[in-house]
């Protein structure tokens, strides 16, 4: 199991740029998938990025060249760097941990908010 804690929401101006955090209550080291996800008003959740045990990362066409998703293992952390935000981007983010036969684990999630 592994709790996660998502930091660095807030309320941005369309064109600016936003990093959060995600802190694990363990080691992320062997964690096979970390990744971002978000849920716009009235939508449903929706992929953001990925990033393997190994690195190698995955976005929807809709934030590819936007944002990056990094983890620091020494610091149990996952960042997403947003940049270049719109509007549409607007959404509470929720950070997932896969753990190989174990399951699925969520964040409580941040608000983003792009609006001026």
């Known amino acids: 199991q592994v709790q996660l804690v998502e930091s660095g929401g807030g309320l941005v101006q369309p064109g600016g740029s936003l990093r959060l955090s995600c802190t694990a209550s363990?080691?992320?080291?062997?964690?096979?998938?970390m990744g971002w996800y978000r849920q716009p008003p009235g939508k449903q959740r929706e992929l953001v990025a990925t990033?393997?045990?190994?690195?190698?990362?995955n976005y929807p066409d809709s934030v590819k060249g936007r944002f990056t998703i990094s983890r620091d293992n020494a610091k149990n952390t996952v960042y997403l760097q947003m940049n270049s935000l719109k509007p549409e981007d607007t959404a509470v983010y929720y950070c997932?941990?896969?753990?190989?036969?174990?399951?699925?684990?969520w964040g409580q999630g941040t608000q983003v908010t792009v609006s001026s």
């Open positions: 997932n941990a896969y753990i190989t036969w174990s399951g699925s684990y």
């Open positions: 363990r080691s992320i080291s062997s964690i096979a998938v």
């Open positions: 990033i393997t045990s190994g690195g190698v990362t």
